[in-house]
């Protein structure tokens, strides 16, 4: 089998003149959740809506403390965290496509369990 001399990635998104879509991120530490929107490029997307002008509105990302380490707890702060990302740009609605979450341990993405989470002191299977 013979192979064309450029090989790679166009660098073109294919999804050109579609409309944008967007994710949300958020990292779960021992002592809160940071929370971010994300274009379809993984670029972090301004909270503040396109009309506000004042730069101190401008931001990043959100963060919230966590009520605590168990599950429910978390599971708990990252769906307020979620909401309130969503919130604060209404103007994406129903373009936000996924949630992702970072966690830091041994995570078994294919189960959907963390093994060992030595941050939130988890071990076993702790179903995400």
């Known amino acids: 089998m013979e192979f064309p001399d450029i090989l790679g990635r166009s660098s073109r998104p294919v999804l050109d003149g579609l409309e944008p879509s967007y994710a949300i991120g958020v990292r779960v530490h021992y002592d809160g959740l940071i929370g971010l929107l994300l274009d379809f490029d993984g670029t972090a997307v301004d909270l503040a809506p396109p009309a506000t002008t004042v730069p101190a509105l401008s931001r990043k990302d959100l963060r919230a403390d966590?009520?605590?380490?168990?599950?429910?707890?978390?599971?708990?702060?990252?769906a307020t965290l979620t909401r309130d990302l969503l919130e604060a740009r209404r103007d994406?609605?129903?373009?936000?496509?996924?949630?992702?979450?970072?966690?830091?341990?041994?995570?078994?993405?294919?189960?959907g369990?963390?093994?060992?989470?030595?941050?939130?002191?988890?071990?076993?299977?702790v179903r995400l």
């Open 113 to 125: 369990v963390v093994r060992f989470s030595p941050d939130l002191g988890w071990s076993g299977e």
């Open 66 to 78: 966590l009520e605590g380490a168990d599950v429910e707890a978390v599971v708990a702060g990252i």
């Open 92 to 111: 994406l609605d129903g373009r936000v496509l996924g949630l992702g979450v970072s966690i830091g341990g041994h995570v078994d993405g294919e189960a």
